[in-house]
């Protein structure tokens, strides 16, 4: 009995056309929101399933260097072979890279930058697991930054210094504006999908080589809001 073989979620061309970067390295691609990143418990499509149409001449897939959350689109790194991983792996365990994202969340925030840097915890329920601000967590910083405001929300730059899960979204919820359409931290929004975007990376691959800086483009389901905090999409 032939064994089913379940498509990708993305055909070739669309997860080729979705490359911002490739090198001997490493791949940064454009990643869709609403897709995770890799197989879950529940066997849903996913991102890795796409990847032998990124071999480009090489073997094998390349993999994942660093993960995004389902419901967050843009920049995402993969390694092209083992070694590149290994590279990856000590340059995002440390803080030798930078992170740029945007995110529109509900409310005026009262400054135009600032810090955020309550410690974060994990923890399981019964629904799941979910994090929370905790004194017993793990130290976690973000720097933001107002690059706009509009009607009772506000466009925010956040750059975060530690890598804990679900540390934007904590973090400005806590602060008591939570990124629209947060299912977990602030409310589920009808036909809205979350508003937080993987704007761009920094990565000092090469010693002898200037740093690879890759951004990617805003996704349509944040350009309206976006626009209303005056953000003018590029020709």
Same mark, same amino acid.
């Given at each position: 009995? +032939?064994?089913? &073989?379940?498509?990708?979620?993305?055909?070739?061309?669309?997860?080729?056309?979705?490359?911002?970067?490739?090198?001997?390295?490493?791949? &940064? @691609?454009?990643?869709? +929101?609403? *897709?995770?990143?890799?197989?879950?418990?529940?066997?849903? !499509?996913? /991102?890795?399933?796409?990847?032998?149409?990124?071999?480009?001449?090489?073997?094998? !897939?390349?993999?994942?260097?660093?993960?995004?959350?389902?419901?967050? $689109?843009?920049?995402?790194?993969?390694?092209?072979?083992?070694?590149?991983?290994?590279?990856?792996?000590?340059?995002?365990?440390?803080?030798?890279?930078?992170? #740029?994202?945007?995110?529109? &969340?509900?409310?005026?925030?009262?400054?135009?930058?600032?810090?955020?840097?309550?410690?974060?915890? =994990?923890?399981? #329920?019964?629904?799941?697991?979910?994090?929370?601000?905790?004194?017993?967590?793990?130290? %976690?910083?973000?720097?933001? =930054?107002?690059?706009?405001?509009?009607?009772?929300?506000?466009?925010?730059?956040?750059?975060?210094?530690?890598?804990?899960?679900?540390? /934007?979204?904590?973090?400005? +919820?806590?602060?008591?504006?939570?990124?629209? +359409?947060?299912?977990?931290?602030?409310?589920?929004?009808?036909? =809205?999908?979350?508003? /937080?975007?993987?704007?761009? @990376?920094? /990565?000092?691959?090469?010693? $002898?080589?200037?740093?690879? %800086?890759? #951004?990617?483009?805003?996704?349509?389901?944040?350009?309206?809001?976006?626009? *209303?905090?005056?953000?003018?999409?590029?020709?």
């Amino acid at each position: 009995m +032939a064994r089913f &073989v379940r498509q990708p979620p993305l055909s070739a061309t669309a997860i080729q056309a979705r490359v911002l970067y490739r090198d001997g390295l490493i791949l &940064v @691609i454009d990643k869709p +929101a609403g *897709l995770a990143v890799h197989a879950g418990p529940s066997g849903a !499509p996913n /991102l890795e399933e796409c990847f032998d149409a990124l071999r480009f001449g090489l073997p094998r !897939p390349p993999a994942l260097a660093h993960r995004l959350d389902a419901d967050t $689109s843009g920049v995402l790194v993969l390694g092209r072979h083992p070694k590149a991983l290994s590279k990856l792996g000590r340059l995002f365990s440390g803080r030798d890279t930078e992170k #740029t994202y945007w995110a529109v &969340v509900h409310g005026a925030m009262p400054n135009d930058e600032g810090v955020f840097d309550q410690k974060l915890l =994990k923890v399981n #329920t019964r629904r799941g697991w979910s994090v929370k601000v905790s004194d017993k967590g793990q130290a %976690a910083v973000t720097r933001y =930054k107002v690059l706009g405001r509009g009607p009772d929300m506000t466009w925010l730059e956040l750059k975060p210094e530690t890598g804990r899960t679900h540390q /934007l979204r904590v973090h400005c +919820a806590a602060a008591g504006f939570p990124i629209i +359409a947060d299912r977990l931290y602030g409310q589920a929004e009808p036909n =809205k999908q979350l508003h /937080l975007h993987s704007r761009g @990376i920094v /990565l000092p691959l090469s010693k $002898s080589k200037p740093p690879v %800086a890759v #951004t990617a483009p805003p996704p349509a389901h944040m350009i309206e809001a976006l626009r *209303l905090c005056g953000f003018t999409p590029e020709l």
